[in-house]
């Protein structure tokens, strides 16, 4: 602070600082509390003080409104020193605060002008976005400028930007506003509303100060001298030594106003307290009668209430005087009542003399009788003792004989409880033998059923293997190897014959009226590539072929269960009802035992009759090998 002391050349005129704190607190500032509430009491007063101080030195201090908030960091700074913080305040005032009081109390155009210039010379782009949202210099340049930056910096960054600004021209303010604007310039760009702008201004950023204090220096190197604020504003002028120098540089009249304005708003402050003092005490007289004429109320209503009360108690006493007329008649009537009580009581004793001698004959006579019936009921006591014996006896000869009829009763109950229980056994077991053989019956339907389902899915396979292998067929035709895979083809066309004849056996019943079409339509294709191919094959290979394929059948079908499962791991298995999209007949597995064999008959039957036609086309070229043994083995089969 010694280095502020030297920069600023302060006076220290201790006897001009005396004589303004003589005058006491300014009526401007007499409630500064009120507006700025400050929890430290120490701090406001000195606050107080100092402000009072600048207005005894200039009026229009004692007018402006934003001076707390550009004295305060001042203040808290030198709260010590209250001389070297009064003369710093004016020194700030008197030279950096240039052209703020010439449109008083407007804020300060031309300063605010300065510090646009600037701003458009060096970052037109963020002066447009301002334009763009109606933001104008006393949004974004006059708050920092009224409350020197003490709102949006710590105190070591005041302090650190407050050095550079006090050790260069007073224009360096403005510089230092504009390097603050182009610093924080990408959060500004982000801003889209007035309101936004306006918390940005009065609340602390995420700012550089080196950096905001780097960017002003190159302002000032960088900005022209025609729009640079130093041509403006006049170099630096410290205080004078002895006395204050005068401060006049504000529009004079509109102070005078002011301070007419508040002096005669004193004025009329003071008449209404003196009102409101006339009115508060015709209050008080006002409620002194009141409170006279309520205690006057409550007394007329205790004096009335105390004569209800005489009036009640005298009630009461006349009250009891009738009641004790009325116990003395009742005394009265008591007396005559006992007068009559004794002669009553004389007669009554000569009356219960009479009647005791009376009693004492009946009770002669009493015991007498009593006597007499004693005689009578111990009589009666023997002869009910003597039925009571017998009656016993009778109980017991009673109980012997239910007893005899019990045991007897017993045995017969016990050999139907044997009976009984042999007959639930036999009944029991039957039941189970009856259940586990539904059981078994039902384990060999649903064996024969997934049975069904498995076969099922591998005709839908083998249907897929000769369709496949048909097309197979009829591509390799083209081919220069014609005549060697007709002989393959119908080798392997009499395999999977066999193959179906053999599952057809076993689901006949599901597929009886679907499938049976599908093989005619195969045995048909069938017969058309053996006609297609009868000029080109040779009759010695197609025997072999023939040959080697009924061979294999014989094995094939004796292994059939095993190749159902090996062909189910590799292909789609069916459930209830057969996959195929154009023969889509559900097909129930519960049908009658009698119906399934019969119609089992049928489709063999019609079997043996296609391969009987196969049999005889193949005769033409090359008599049979071993058709005939096959049907023979059917026929017995």
């Known amino acids: 602070m010694f280095i502020w002391r030297s920069i600023l050349r302060l006076p220290e005129n201790h006897a001009a600082f005396s004589s303004l704190i003589d005058k006491g607190t300014h ?13 430290s009491r120490k701090l406001l007063r000195v606050l107080q003080r100092t402000l ?59 300063a605010l002008s300065m510090v646009e210039n600037v701003l458009a010379y060096h970052d037109r782009k963020l002066l447009q976005h301002f334009v763009n949202y109606n933001v104008t210099s006393q949004i974004y340049a006059w708050p920092l400028l009224e409350t020197l930056f003490s709102e949006v910096v710590t105190r070591d960054e005041w302090l650190r930007m407050f050095d550079n600004i006090f050790s260069n021209h007073p224009a360096f303010l403005h510089l230092m506003v504009v390097a603050y604007l182009i610093s924080s310039r990408q959060a500004l760009l982000q801003c889209m509303n007035v309101d936004d702008f306006k918390y940005f201004f009065h609340h602390r950023n995420a700012v550089d100060i080196s950096g905001v204090i780097k960017e ?49 708003i004193r004025r009329d402050e003071l008449d209404y307290l003196h009102q409101r ?31 209800q009360q005489r009036r009640v108690l005298i009630m009461e006493e006349e009250q009891k005087l009738v009641d004790q007329r009325v116990r003395l008649q009742a005394m009265k009537r008591e007396l005559r009542a006992r007068e009559l009580q004794l002669l009553d009581g004389a007669r009554h004793r000569f009356l219960q003399h009479q009647t005791q001698i009376k009693g004492t004959e009946l009770s002669r006579l009493d015991e007498e009788i009593e006597r007499k019936r004693i005689l009578r009921e111990q009589e009666t006591q023997a002869a009910v003792e003597d039925v009571e014996i017998r009656r016993m006896e009778l109980q017991a000869q009673k109980e ?151 061979a294999s059948f014989d094995t094939r079908r004796n292994q059939t269960t095993n190749a159902l499962s090996t062909q189910a791991r590799h292909k789609p298995i069916l459930n209830e009802f057969s996959s195929s999209d154009e023969d889509s007949v559900p097909i129930s597995l519960d049908r009658g035992r009698r119906t399934f064999e019969q119609r089992e008959r049928d489709l063999m039957k019609e079997v043996r009759d296609l391969r009987r036609k196969i049999a005889t086309e193949t005769r033409h070229l090359q008599p049979p090998i071993s058709y005939d043994d096959d049907d023979r083995d059917d026929d017995a089969r």
């Open 400 to 550: 012997q004989l239910q007893q005899n009829l019990a045991r007897n009763s017993t045995r017969s109950t016990h050999q139907q409880q044997a009976d009984s229980e042999a007959h639930r056994r036999q009944q029991e077991l039957e039941e189970r033998m009856r259940k586990r053989a539904w059981d078994i019956e039902r384990n060999k339907e649903h064996e024969s059923r997934k049975m069904l389902q498995t076969q099922m899915a591998q005709l839908d396979q083998i249907k897929g293997d000769i369709e496949g292998n048909k097309d197979i067929e009829y591509r390799r035709r083209m081919d220069d190897l014609e005549t060697e895979l007709r002989n393959m083809e119908m080798g392997h066309l009499n395999e999977e014959n066999k193959r179906l004849e053999e599952e057809v056996q076993d689901v006949m019943a599901a597929v009886a009226d679907n499938k049976l079409d599908q093989v005619n339509k195969v045995e048909e294709e069938l017969n058309n590539l053996r006609t297609r191919s009868r000029s080109d094959e040779h009759r010695r290979g197609l025997a072999g072929l023939n040959q080697q394929t009924y």
């Open 216 to 264: 002003a220096y190159r302002l000032d190197e960088s900005t022209p001298d025609d729009i640079h604020p130093a041509r403006m504003l006049e170099e630096f002028q410290p205080l004078t030594r002895g006395q204050y120098p005068i401060f006049n540089k504000y529009p004079k009249f509109i102070v005078d106003y002011q301070a007419q304005e508040r002096e005669k």
């Open 52 to 110: 009072s101080c600048l207005a005894h030195w200039s009026a229009i201090f004692g007018e402006t409104d934003y001076l707390p908030l550009l004295a305060f960091p001042f203040v808290k700074l030198f709260q010590n020193n209250q001389l070297v913080c009064f003369e710093v305040i004016a020194t700030v005032l008197a030279n950096w605060c240039q052209l703020w009081f010439e449109f008083f109390p407007n804020p300060p155009i031309n």
């Open 277 to 307: 003092h006339a009115t508060a005490e015709l209050q008080r007289a006002l409620d002194k009668r009141r409170n006279e004429e309520e205690a006057w109320y409550r007394q007329q209503e205790l004096l009335n209430d105390a004569e």
């Open 27 to 39: 009526l401007a500032w007499a409630k500064v509390h009120q507006t700025y509430p400050i929890k």
